[in-house]
């Protein structure tokens, strides 16, 4: 167990923030619980690579995909989505990120004494409904009730299962050289979240861009599977996470401009006023990728020719001159000058003196 | 006639070491008729023993301190009456008992007078040569690989003696070069080069000459010195300082200052008396003065503030090039591209000062540490640090107990680490603020040097209690490696226990103290800064702090000041509206102030007002809070901008008096700021912003300094003031004030900075006590 866990005494909403917390938490009291043989199947990855999705192998250059998410949000309903769309989003998009096609889904669905059933039918379709215009099944679920104030309000459990034909896309093989490509604006959905609660609420202009993200990474992975070495969605914590997460796991240092990375200015406005960095803010319907240098442009051209307008290459994966370094990302701001792009943490804590 | 004769012996403690001390004492006593000899102790000791007439003793004595070598400190002296043994004559005597095999590691000397004059005489080798140093002078620290400092050991080994310097030093009769392990000549020392900043090196005859005249034309240069490179430009023009900031990327933080000599220093500030000694002494820090009304400074060197920042040259180049400018002064800022640290190779100068600096002068002389220079300013009369590096690290300080081999990693900002052995805390050079790319990595070079030269075996490694510190991960590293307990001290503990240490408080007694600063992470995981603790070693209790209120933003708020006084007023009880007008009235709205304006505002108060925002006692908040609302600062770009414009701003101002009462919170005192905001916002169209400013620090420290009475009932000693706000006059005298009347007295640090330069010595006197316990 690390330092940083050991001074730990209860479980904070820091540790369910998702960011740098969350990780610690999961690594030390969770993965490193279970044994070693057990993190994935033979042939396959798992604990030991935490990426989107794990994988089965199923005979030759196949994989099964498996994932799980919970998910809540308060409000339930926001600019540009509901809890439904965003568990079935959510879902879909983890199988996307291994390089995999979703096929099924499992819920768990537990809510509130007391919750309104027409809000209960409304998370439902939208779930269904986001499935089904995915070609995704729904096979199974579970389905419970827990007395008033013992939860609050609805929480979806969602697990889904893809099918990998070909090479999947493990984030461990990002290497030097590969560059940063996002697919669009990021942050618009933690910003939309932040704006439409009640006690902090300003009328930002901006919906949530929660969505499956099939119609983008199908066609990609069709194309340029052997390009794409690392894919991930900046869900919870954010851009910053993720390529944090990326770094780490492969050693690496991640610089990225700022300057070339979409953000509404809006969005940028709102975290500013909110002291959080755009970058930390999440996305549920944008995709990160890492790709092999000399196919960058051409992957960016083919992804606004599928709607994607504002994809753009916004950075770089080196070696790290000091291997003290590695993990690190960096961030050169618009201003100029680089800073270190912290990953999120849960709380928000003060340094400046 | 041996009748009259009388022995003394004296063992000496302090810079005795590296500095021409026992050449000196021989040739002290041989002056005075004296016999006996001088040996050294090792730990920085020398023991000395004489034997002669009294009057002579006693004008040994005096000579001791009068005629010293300059950079010798006498710390420590301790005399006692021995019996004559009736010795003949005055021998050096080699070392053979040392107490210890550690010694105090000396710190860079500025250039001695006779140095200087050396250069000055045609009649010298020495003579325009910049490098020149000797027993009493020049840089050590800075260009050590290891101990004990000899010749071999530092960046002088690239350089061998030549016949006449060897001369020199074999020489018993040469003071200042005897045995000196630093001295050098044109015929053998460094070089020094002109280049390009794309790296070509330019043909140049004299580069003194020519640097002083790229100066004058307005180029900015960057220049190396003793522990890294400087940008110097014209100081008087407001067009290069405006281009330097610009350049810099750098709107308002203050540029320091290098004047010629003390006569060109009152020309442009007001030094207090004794101001010109520490300028001139061996450690020749940058010292803050209050400026000279209508002096050729440009206004934009330190905007917004009543104060210059001022060195005088400590290298011969420096010396020279100050002689050949008009002006007589330059800006001399550090050479570093904002958000790194300074550089100290040309790699660095080529790679982050591309931009900033036109062209570079260097020696070929290899810096080994980074030092920056040193930083003290007067607070209430008194000479405190804010920068403790150059001249000054990495001495040593004496704990009042024997202490494990330790380390500890410090704080966030402006910070330095410290090690601790026998009974000695060793904090190291300045090293900056953690968050800046390769500022950890540095700390960890440093601590490790510090570890391995005076061979350690750390059982302890103290960090801050703070989640988010970025030397949180050496700390654990370090302790993981040496198989070392890792021990979280929280910061305001540390505070305290650094100005206690300082005092040399014994192990087991409580003081008061005063800890105010910016921000440290509290035991409840709120944000402290205004803080009266009652604390020991091992333990402390939180007596009193400012009254709690929220920061919109977190950090945020100490960049917009305005943020900050949002979160004061939601916690005086005044509404988003009433906040928002008044906001509205001072002019707070617009974009310079608050960038996003009233949706920011309100977003703001939002976030305070449903307890989505940290909470603090911070007295850097609140005193930025205050001078948001008085108009004085909005943007913070610099630490403790804010409030430093407003003790400027507090200047010549009326004290009204007023003192915040002391409300009763959760069990300890807390001290009513709501009441003092509302105070300010009646009397803000009545009264003159100075004496509101004047009213207001001083009344904080007035309530301050009531609780910290009621604390310290039934204990001894001083009241210590520490953290960062510690230098601030108004507050400190406030303090007093209140403490006067309880026949108590206040002691801010003055060998340690009282702000988180401090912290790690403090850390690892908390971390030893709980060890013991
Ligand atoms: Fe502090
Ligand atoms: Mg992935
Ligand atoms: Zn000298
Ligand atoms: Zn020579």
């Not at chain 2, 005859?205 to 890294?228: M, S």
């Not at chain 2, 933080?253 to 520490?278: H, N, S, T, Y």
Request: aromatic fraction near 6%; include cysteine; hydrophobic fraction near 40%.
């Amino acid at each position: 167990m690390t330092w940083y866990v050991r001074l730990w005494k209860f479980i904070t909403l820091a540790h369910g923030s998702g960011g740098k917390e969350t990780e610690e938490l999961v690594k030390n009291l969770i993965v490193h619980s279970v044994p070693p043989e057990l993190w994935k199947v033979e042939g396959g990855t798992g604990l030991d690579i935490l990426d989107d999705a794990a994988l089965i192998p199923a005979g030759e250059n196949r994989y099964i995909a498996v994932t799980v998410d919970t998910y809540t949000v308060k409000p339930i309903f926001f600019p540009g989505g509901d809890l439904g769309r965003l568990a079935a989003s959510g879902t879909i998009n983890d199988l996307l990120m291994v390089g995999a096609r979703p096929l099924a889904v499992l819920d768990g669905v537990v809510v509130e004494e007391g919750f309104p059933i027409e809000d209960f039918k409304k998370v439902m379709e939208s779930f269904i409904r986001t499935l089904a215009e995915e070609r995704v099944a729904l096979v199974g679920g579970d389905f419970k009730v827990m007395p008033k104030g013992q939860l609050d309000g609805i929480v979806i459990a969602s697990m889904g299962i893809g099918m990998v034909e070909g090479k999947p896309i493990v984030d461990t093989e990002i290497r030097p050289g590969d560059k940063i490509i996002v697919s669009g604006y990021l942050g618009d959905h933690g910003a939309a979240i932040l704006a439409a609660q009640q006690s902090i609420g300003v009328d930002l202009g901006v919906e949530s861009d929660v969505k499956p993200l099939t119609g983008l990474m199908l066609p990609l992975l069709e194309r340029y599977r052997g390009s794409i070495h690392g894919a991930g969605d900046p869900t919870r914590g954010g851009l910053a996470m993720l390529l944090n997460n990326w770094a780490e796991k492969t050693k690496t240092v991640i610089v990225v401009d700022e300057s070339r990375t979409p953000v509404r200015p809006q969005v940028r406005e709102y975290a500013e006023m909110l002291g959080v960095d755009p970058f930390s803010l999440a996305s549920e319907g944008a995709a990160v990728l890492a790709v092999e240098p000399s196919k960058a442009e051409e992957i960016v051209e083919y992804m606004h020719s599928l709607g994607f307008k504002e994809a753009a290459i916004i950075g770089e994966v080196y070696e790290p001159k000091d291997p003290r370094h590695a993990g690190r990302v960096l961030l050169k701001s618009v201003t100029g000058g680089v800073r270190i792009l912290e990953p999120p943490s849960g709380e928000l804590v003060p340094r400046i003196c | 006639m041996t009748k009259a004769r009388r022995a003394l012996r004296l063992r000496v403690a302090g810079i005795v070491q590296g500095v021409g001390f026992r050449p000196f004492i021989y040739r002290l006593a041989v002056s005075r008729g004296l016999s006996g000899y001088v040996v050294n102790l090792g730990g920085s000791e020398v023991e000395i023993y004489v034997e002669g007439q009294p009057s002579q003793l006693a004008s040994f004595i005096e000579g001791l301190y009068r005629e010293r070598p300059p950079p010798a400190r006498i710390e420590e002296l301790e005399i006692e009456e021995a019996e004559p043994q009736g010795l003949d004559g005055f021998t050096i005597r080699r070392s053979e008992r040392r107490k210890s095999r550690r010694s105090m590691i000396p710190p860079d000397f500025g250039i001695c007078r006779d140095c200087l004059r050396e250069i000055h005489d045609p009649s010298t080798r020495f003579h325009g040569y910049y490098w020149n140093s000797c027993a009493w002078c020049g840089p050590r620290f800075s260009m050590m690989y290891t101990v004990p400092y000899d010749r071999e050991n530092t960046a002088m080994r690239q350089y061998p003696l030549c016949r006449e310097c060897r001369r020199d030093y074999e020489d018993p009769g040469n003071l200042r070069r005897f045995h000196a392990q630093g001295i050098s000549c044109p015929r053998c020392g460094p070089r020094t080069h002109v280049y390009t900043m794309d790296g070509r090196r330019l043909d140049v005859e004299d580069p003194v000459e020519w640097a002083a005249e790229r100066i004058e034309e307005g180029y900015i240069l960057a220049i190396k010195g003793v522990g890294g490179f400087h940008l110097a430009a014209l100081a008087s023009r407001d067009d290069v300082v405006e281009e330097l900031r610009r350049r810099k990327r750098r709107p308002s933080k203050p540029f320091a200052l290098m004047a010629r000599d003390c006569g060109v220093v009152q020309a442009i500030a007001e030094p207090p008396p004794g101001a010109c000694e520490v300028l001139e002494s061996a450690e020749r820090p940058i010292l803050l003065l209050p400026k000279r009304p209508g002096s050729p400074v440009s206004e934009l060197v330190a905007p917004g503030l009543d104060t210059i920042g001022v060195m005088l040259p400590y290298t011969g180049f420096q010396a020279l090039l100050l002689e050949r400018v008009r002006d007589g002064f330059l800006i001399m800022t550090s050479g570093n591209e904002t958000g790194y640290p300074m550089c100290t190779t040309l790699e660095c100068v080529f790679t982050h000062l591309r931009g900033i600096a036109d062209y570079v002068v260097a020696h070929d002389r290899e810096i080994v540490h980074r030092v920056d220079d040193s930083v003290l300013r007067y607070t209430d009369g008194e000479l405190v640090f804010l920068r403790r590096a150059r001249g000054y690290a990495p001495m040593w300080l004496y704990a009042p107990m024997e202490l494990p081999d330790m380390v500890a990693v410090g704080a966030e900002l402006q910070t330095a680490g410290a090690v601790a052995f026998e009974d000695k805390v060793v904090p190291t050079q300045y090293i900056g603020d953690m968050d800046e790319p390769g500022q950890v990595e540095e700390l960890e070079r440093e601590l490790r040097w510090f570890i391995e030269v005076y061979s350690l075996k750390p059982r302890v490694v103290a960090v801050d209690m703070h989640p988010g510190y970025h030397n949180r991960g050496l700390a654990a590293r370090l302790a993981d490696e040496y198989g070392a307990e890792l021990v979280e001290v929280q910061h305001h503990h540390a505070h305290a226990a650094a100005a206690m240490l300082e005092d040399r408080v014994p192990p087991g007694e409580k003081r008061a103290a005063i800890t105010i600063d910016g921000t440290g992470y509290g035991t409840d995981a709120t944000v402290w800064g205004g803080e009266v603790l009652v604390a020991r070693y091992s333990s402390f209790t939180r007596a009193a702090s400012l009254y709690p209120f929220r920061l919109p933003g977190g950090d945020a708020a100490a960049k917009w000041p305005v943020k900050a006084l949002i979160g004061l007023m939601q916690a005086s009880g005044l509404d988003e509206e009433e906040t928002l007008s008044i906001l509205r009235r001072r002019g707070l709205l617009s974009r310079d102030r608050l960038p996003h304006g009233e949706a920011e505002a309100r977003v703001s108060y939002r976030l305070a007002a449903s307890g989505r925002a940290p909470i603090t006692t911070s007295m850097g908040r609140t005193l930025d809070a205050l001078a948001a609302l008085l108009g004085i600062a909005w943007r913070r770009d610099y630490e403790g901008e804010p409030a430093m414009r407003l003790e400027a701003a507090a200047r010549g101002g009326r004290d009204h008096g007023y003192t915040p009462r002391l409300l009763s919170l959760d069990g300890r005192l807390v001290v009513d700021t709501p009441g003092l905001l509302h105070w300010v916002i009646e009397n803000l169209d009545r009264l003159p912003t100075r004496d509101i400013a004047a009213t207001v620090q001083r009344g904080l420290g007035r309530a301050l300094g009531e609780a910290a009475a009621r604390a310290a009932r039934g204990l001894d000693g001083p009241v210590y003031i520490a953290g960062g706000a510690a230098v601030n006059t108004p507050i400190v005298q406030g303090i007093r004030e209140a403490l006067r009347g309880h026949g108590l007295e206040a002691q801010v640090p003055r060998r340690l900075p009282p702000g988180d330069g401090g912290i790690a010595a403090g850390q690892l006197l908390v971390a030893a006590a709980r060890l013991e316990e």
